[in-house]
């Protein structure tokens, strides 16, 4: 019965699911740089190179992920499988050009043309999509702000990527740098993450939406990344206010995580949410570092990597279970749809989803304690990470292989039969 109710609230209606070819092929991408970003923090360390290899991650399931969920949330338009498709390839290509930039390439000029025409597609495109939504003006309005952060990120992001690769007459933009990272990674991934929490939370754990609370925090956590965006250029007062905003809120946000985990129908606390327990721990974390660090700037790396290999990173691995399960089953049932496939509930290899998630905690915790003040040591967190980040990888495509294997297993059943008879 758990399991019923579980499907029918994450799927949705049937006439308001997407084509998940298009969310598929996006999400594989993005994991495809998750495991380029670990290879790269054990192989080159902290680079720029490795964060926008992370960056890549976060953005490429984003389009995967709104593109099923717009329409099931807010009742938008569906969208087409080769639109998607087309739109994560772009995305794909501009973020190789810019990582392999920083690594000595001369393609940060085709980085910057590719990356922001590809922002200002998608972020356009969804816009006019949650304006035509139905319901959840809530969270139509935070998707929006979430959207129009990236898109601003993107801009200041192409400008400096104008800089390196010499264009005349942006010889100060890199002084920006740090409102880049508050709006890339604050407030588009982190408005995101929790704007999608607030449905998530309640759907995994088969707990009453109402529960997780109400909006409020989430507003302060909006308000919050946009008065610390505009205060990095000069104000101290201005960036500790916004960031002690972020962190109440956050707070906040935790408490009524936990709350909705404890009136869950299960019995047992799912995969995604223990992930997601995790996740918010680093958040609260990596928002007190940040504050911290406006008055001893030496630890604002660690704030990074609090909020990128933890906080960020941890979350949509743990949602991927879920929602790459979900496209898969999906897909499967698309192509049989009398086909017998195992349970949602029980899908996940669980000794390798929670082994991943001990790894990614150890290693995103040594990283963040010992990347400011002792290099060498921090290496062990890398490779802690890295090796946790591969499981991880490895778990979710053991899930996704389940269900594609068990429709052509069906399949081969079925054209067996047939030519017996």
Known sequence: MADSLYADAVIGDASLRNDPRGSEFAIALALAFYLAGCTLLVTTGPTLGALHAFAAFIVLTAVGALNQLLPVLTHAPNAHAGSVTALALSFAVGFVFLIVGFYGAPTFAAAAVVLAAGAIVWVGWSLLRLA?????RRTRTLLAISLAAFLSAVGIGAAMAGQLAGFAGLSSILSIAPIHAMLAIGGFAGMLVITISYRFVPMFAIAHAERYGHWAPAWGAALGVIVAAFSLAGSTIGTRTGLATIVVALVTLGAQHLKTIASRLRARLDVSLQYGRIA?????G???????????????PSAIALVLLGWLSITILGYAYKVVGFLTWQGAKARLPAARL???????????????????????LATAAFMPFAPQIARIGYDLYAFGGITAVVAIARLAALYLFAAEEERGTKIDHRAAR
């Open 132 to 136: 035509r939504g139905r319901s959840e």
């Open 280 to 284: 918010w721990t680093f958040a609260v």
């Open 286 to 300: 990596a928002a007190l570092t940040a504050f911290v660090a406006t008055w001893i700037p030496g630890i604002f």
């Open 342 to 364: 195992p349970a949602l509930g029980s899908a996940v290899d669980l000794p390798w989803a929670y082994g991943a998630l001990a790894l990614l905690t150890m290693g995103a």
